[in-house]
Every structure is written in structure tokens, then in C-alpha cells.
């Protein structure tokens, strides 16, 4: 009786180490093939914003697959954590010359700003549904990306200045900053001369973090409360579940691994405007989640990686380029709807579950 | 002056053990209580008291106003009028989540599953509140989350064995047969230590042996939980065999209260459910 109750209790545990062991191995190959000079510069310059897009996927993938709220404004999550933590990192310079110190520090402050905002905006957008709920998203990602346009923000000796641009007739000099300070962020031209600090290896321990809470929250009692909310509210407010509460949750860790998301890819450019963080950033987000399946978490990763190599990979197709990438979409989507091919698969993994308890009542 | 016409009228026990109903005082009271969507008054003047271990009835022809009532109850409906107590404390001010918690349950008349996700997780759920560990503990997998969750799965396979269900803890529940998804309801509804549990038409869709099988384990529950239940259900059969305390309602308003045998006799109920009679016909 123990073993047999201890096995059913590891077994979501079993089937998440298979996750986390496919990305440590593809870590490992990857930076094999870099040292080894098999990626050249656009290759590797991709490695980044690839464990950036993850993390986004992910985290968006709580909120929509887990949770089941359609949000369309992850990117503006992720601006604020960008911003947060260039802001952070730039004012850091002195005080902690070491990178990779600095980079943990950012994408703290980048994932806590964010979970703030991603907290004010969940008051009043998780009392909608749907459609509304989206529409809702849509317009805080839009407007938190215009609030940034805004911001002019620079560091010398005194501390930060900070003026908030909203007539538009204000520039950097209006900082009056002292001799030896810095501009970080000038209005819509974003933030300039940036010091590059993120790395691959960075990414990669990001994304691994993100996978164990996301993986986690999901297989405790707070994550089955939010899927439950997904299935049917009803019965899960009247099995004593407080609705505001779990989705709340979702929502903030949601917004907090996109705003770590967001640092990391800020600091890996020195020059990033909040014009990237607009809506077709959220959608491209919400397409890799989408194609990687709802509430897949392996999915995500996965089509992450593929979706974003390929628009660089067909870079030889020139002005076909978009056409054969909205193709690619089209046949995915027809595949994994496929009933055919679903009940293939579904067929697949049932017979993969008989063999398993099969070897574990042997066993 | 609509006040002073409230008389409780509770509702008559049949077997009045003397053990097992030490404790008279009733478990949950409803006094005119009363709901109306704009001009349609869908419930109104609904006075009934459950008994601690009380198995009791609420029937009356579709459209009645049972499930509103049971809506109530749970606050998936605010009260338009009246009082609900529970434990002698008025639900006023709580929520849905909140009125589970204070100890009512309920299954539903069209079955809300958690479709996606195992029995084993469904029960679990509505385990919730009595499990304590953090959201870090959660997220970083700490010894509180273990232990927690050992005894979960542990009073999950317990509650499940109730309808003999152990063994399909692992199963989705959206692809469970009919029946076994109306008993992981009830399964699901005990799972929060209700003092209520209330069941909205659980022999619905059942085959006569199910049903037999089904009444079997509602009084096994009531007996080792000692928990009030109270039931929709249009299986006279069933109603009659297992409730001690009937209400029948009908036009959103209790027309008759009594033990089994008293409404059978009862003829506002026969008129109710089966039209007035010809005098020439009797």
C-alpha cells in the first residue's frame, strides 16, 4: 500500500523531471556548439531573447492555459520589467561592478515592479471574463507601453531623476544632471548605451527557475485551485474556493516571471525602445502559447524555439519570409486539429500510461 | 407586519433517535426566505429547519423553485428577503466560498466537474481550505507541502472508497460514465466537512439499481459523518424511502411539510402533481 501511494504522488513529479532534463540536456548541446564555434553571430545572438520568449510563454501560458483568462498584454508586463531593471542595473554600475551579480539584482527589481503593476491592473481585470478580460489586457498593455514613452530617467551622483515627459516638450537635458551622470532612458527613444551584462547561461538558469514555480504551482493546492477556477467556476467557488484570491495569484506570478523575462531581454541590448513591447509582441507571445497547446508547459518551450528560429532561419526567402511563416502556422494549427492525428496521439499515450502501471504494479 | 407572521415551522423528524438527535437545536433554519428576478417572485415564504442528522426532502413539480432555492442557500443567489441560519448565525455577509466553508455543500443538477483534471485532483480541490502550506512552500516544495499533501491523497482514496471509487483516482473526470460523475460529486461535496450537504437530483440518469445503491450510501453517509442532508429528486421511490422530513414546493412556495406518509396522503400535493380531480370521478 505505501510504495503504491507514494508512486501515484511522484508521478506528475516523474513526467515534470522529463521537462526540465530536455532543456538542461538542449543547455548543454547548445553551449557545446557554441564553444565549439558551430553558431555564428546571429545564431548565438538569438540564445537570449529565445530563453527571454520561453520565460514569456510560460509565464502567459498560467494566465491563459492554466488559469483560462485570454490576456493580450503580456507585453507590457515585460516592458516594465525591462525598464525596471536597465534602470536597475545602470544605477548599479558603480556600487556592484560584478555582471552577473548586477543581472540577479535586475531581474529581481524587473520581476517585482512588474508583479505591482500585474497586481494594480488584476484588481479591476479579473473581475471580468473573456472577452472582455482580454480587451481590458489589450488596452493596460498599450497604455503601460505609452507611460514608458514617457519617461525620461538618469542617475548621477546624487541618485536617480526621474521626469515624467507627458507634454512631450522635455528632454534628457531637463535632468540637470550632475557631472558623471548618466542618462539611462530617454523618452520614446528608449532606453540608450545600455551595458549588455545578459548571457545565454543567464537565460537558461531564468528559465529553469520559471519552469519549477510554473510546474510547481501547478501540481500544489493553489494550482489546482486556479485550474479549477478554469473548469468551472461555479462548482469551485461552491467547494470553498475564493475566486479573486486564486486568480490573483495566477496573475501575479504571471505578470512577475514576465517582468524577469522582460529585464533579461532589456539588458541584452543597449538600445530597446518601449515601442517593442507592443501588441504584436503580446500576440506573438500568445501564439507560441497557443500552438504549444493551452496549459502545455512543454508545448510552449517548444514552440517557442521553433516559431522564433524560423522567421530568422527563412531570412534567405527575403520578402516570402512572412507569407512561408503564416503557412507554417496554418499547417500546425490544421495538424493539431487534426482528429485523426488527435486520436493517433491520444491512443499513443494511453497505451504509453497502461505500460507504465503495468510496470509499476510488477514493480 | 410581514414580521410577525414568521412562525417556524420546523420541519417534523420521523426517526427521532435520542443519540443521534441529542443536539434539537436545528442545523441550518430558513425563515421567509424569498428571492424575486425583477416582477417573478421564483421563491418566496420559504420557511424549513433541518435537523442535525437529518436526511430530508424538497420536491415539487419542474419549475417549482427547488434548485433556486438551493441557489440561495449557497449564495450563488442573494437573499431578495429573509433570513438563512446556520448554526444559528445569519449567512448574510458571506460568499459562495464562504458559505462552504462555514459548512454547507452541494452537488449540482447538471453535473460541474472539473472536467479536465483527475478524480483524484477533483476531490483534492474541494480540500482546499483545510489544507494550510504557503504558496512558498508550494513553489519550493518544502516539507509542509509533502506532508500536506500525503494526507490529502491519503482522505481522497478514503472519500473516493465511499462509492467505491479508489481505484479511479488517476482517471479525468470528464470521461467518467454518468453515474460515477454524479457520486464523484458527492464525493467532491464531502470532501470540504460539510455539516450540510446538500444534493440537487442525484438519482437523475440512474438505472434502478444504481439508484437502490445510490440511497444505500447517502444514509451510510449521513450515518458516519452525522451530517444533515437535504435532497432534490423527483425518484419518488427514493424520496419516500429515505427522507424523514418532506417540503414539497410548488409556484415558489412550500405547499405542504410532513413525513413520507403524510404527503402521500396530502392531497394539495396530489393536486399539485397530478391536477385537481373531477368530483363526478371520485
Redesign the interface.
Given at each position: 500500500m505505501g510504495p503504491v501511494n507514494r508512486k501515484t504522488l511522484f508521478k506528475d513529479s516523474r513526467s515534470d523531471l522529463f521537462t526540465y532534463l530536455g532543456v538542461i540536456l538542449a543547455f548543454i548541446v547548445i553551449t557545446m556548439l557554441k564553444n565549439r564555434g558551430a553558431l555564428n553571430r546571429s545564431q548565438s545572438g538569438l540564445l537570449v531573447p529565445i530563453c527571454c520568449y520561453i520565460v514569456m510563454a510560460v509565464s502567459l501560458n498560467l494566465t491563459v492555459g492554466i488559469l483560462g483568462d485570454l490576456s493580450l498584454g503580456h507585453a507590457g508586463f515585460m516592458s516594465v520589467g525591462a525598464f525596471t531593471g536597465i534602470i536597475t542595473s545602470m544605477s548599479l554600475i558603480d556600487i556592484i561592478p560584478s555582471a552577473p551579480i548586477r543581472l540577479t539584482i535586475a531581474i529581481f527589481v524587473g520581476a517585482f515592479f512588474a508583479s505591482i503593476v500585474g497586481f494594480l491592473v488584476g484588481i479591476p481585470v479579473l473581475r471580468l471574463k473573456g472577452d472582455y478580460l482580454a480587451i481590458v489586457t489589450l488596452a493596460f498593455g498599450e497604455i503601460l507601453k505609452e507611460l514608458i514613452t514617457c519617461l525620461i530617467v538618469g542617475f548621477d551622483s546624487k541618485g536617480l531623476h526621474i521626469i515624467f515627459n507627458v507634454s512631450g516638450s522635455k528632454t534628457a537635458n531637463d535632468l540637470n544632471l550632475l557631472e558623471g551622470g548618466r542618462v539611462i532612458i530617454k523618452g520614446a527613444q528608449g532606453a540608450t548605451g545600455t551595458k549588455t551584462i545578459a548571457n545565454f547561461t543567464a537565460g537558461f538558469i531564468l528559465v529553469m527557475i520559471t519552469l519549477v514555480i510554473v510546474l510547481n504551482l501547478i501540481r500544489s493546492r493553489h494550482g489546482r485551485a486556479i485550474m479549477a477556477i478554469r473548469d468551472n467556476r461555479i462548482a469551485a467557488e461552491s467547494v470553498g474556493i475564493p475566486l479573486t484570491k486564486f486568480k490573483m495569484i495566477a496573475f501575479v506570478t504571471s505578470t512577475a516571471l514576465a517582468g524577469a523575462a522582460g529585464a533579461l531581454f532589456g539588458l541584452n541590448y543597449s538600445n530597446l525602445a518601449a515601442a517593442k513591447f507592443d501588441f504584436n509582441t503580446s500576440i506573438l507571445v500568445l501564439v507560441f502559447v497557443v500552438l504549444g497547446g493551452l496549459g502545455n508547459i512543454w508545448g510552449s518551450i517548444l514552440a517557442t524555439v521553433v516559431l522564433y528560429i524560423l522567421p530568422e532561419a527563412l531570412r534567405g526567402f527575403a520578402s516570402y519570409r512572412m507569407l512561408i511563416y503564416a503557412i507554417v502556422l496554418i499547417l500546425v494549427m490544421l495538424t493539431t486539429n487534426n482528429p485523426v492525428l488527435k486520436s493517433l496521439f491520444s491512443r499513443w499515450s494511453f497505451r504509453g500510461n497502461k505500460q507504465e502501471s503495468e510496470g509499476g504494479s510488477n514493480g | 407586519m410581514a414580521k410577525k407572521e414568521t412562525v417556524l415551522v420546523p420541519m417534523p423528524s420521523v426517526n427521532m433517535i435520542p443519540e443521534r438527535d441529542s443536539d434539537k437545536s436545528p442545523v441550518l433554519e430558513c425563515i421567509n426566505l424569498g428571492i424575486s428576478f425583477g416582477g417573478l417572485k421564483a421563491v418566496e415564504n420559504f420557511n424549513i429547519a433541518l435537523g442535525r442528522t437529518e436526511i430530508s426532502g424538497l420536491i415539487g413539480p419542474n419549475g417549482a423553485g427547488k434548485t433556486s432555492v438551493f441557489n440561495l442557500l449557497?449564495k450563488?443567489y442573494e437573499p431578495t428577503e429573509g433570513t438563512i441560519l446556520l448554526e444559528g448565525k445569519d449567512t448574510k455577509s458571506l460568499?459562495?466560498?464562504?458559505v462552504?466553508?462555514a459548512g454547507i455543500?452541494?452537488t449540482?443538477q447538471n453535473i460541474?466537474?472539473?472536467?479536465?483534471?483527475s478524480v483524484?485532483?477533483n476531490v483534492?480541490?474541494?480540500?482546499?481550505?483545510q489544507?494550510k502550506?504557503s504558496?512558498l512552500?508550494?513553489?519550493?516544495?518544502l516539507p509542509s507541502?509533502w506532508k500536506?499533501?500525503?494526507v490529502?491523497?491519503?482522505r481522497a482514496?478514503e472519500l473516493l472508497s465511499i462509492f467505491n471509487m479508489q481505484d479511479l483516482?488517476?482517471a479525468k473526470a470528464g470521461s467518467l460514465p454518468y453515474g460515477a460523475q454524479r457520486r464523484l460529486e458527492i464525493v467532491?461535496?464531502m470532501?470540504?466537512n460539510p455539516s450540510i450537504l446538500l444534493l440537487d437530483e442525484p438519482a437523475a440518469g440512474m438505472n434502478p439499481s444504481e439508484t437502490t445503491e445510490l440511497m444505500e450510501n447517502i444514509q451510510r453517509i449521513r450515518d458516519t459523518f452525522h451530517i444533515a442532508i437535504l435532497l432534490i429528486e423527483h425518484d419518488m421511490n427514493l424520496v419516500m424511502n429515505i427522507c424523514e422530513g418532506i417540503a414539497v414546493m410548488n409556484f415558489g412556495r412550500i405547499i405542504a411539510k410532513g413525513t413520507p406518509s403524510q404527503i402521500q396522503a396530502n392531497p394539495v400535493v396530489i393536486e399539485a402533481y397530478l391536477g385537481k380531480k373531477k368530483e363526478a370521478g371520485a
Open positions: - | 449557497t450563488v460568499s459562495t466560498a464562504q462552504n466553508q455543500a452541494r449540482f460541474r466537474l472539473f472536467q479536465n483534471l483524484e485532483d483534492k480541490i474541494a480540500m482546499n481550505a489544507m502550506y504558496l512552500s508550494s513553489i519550493l516544495r507541502y500536506e499533501e500525503r490529502a491523497h491519503e482514496m483516482g488517476d467532491r461535496a470532501a470540504t
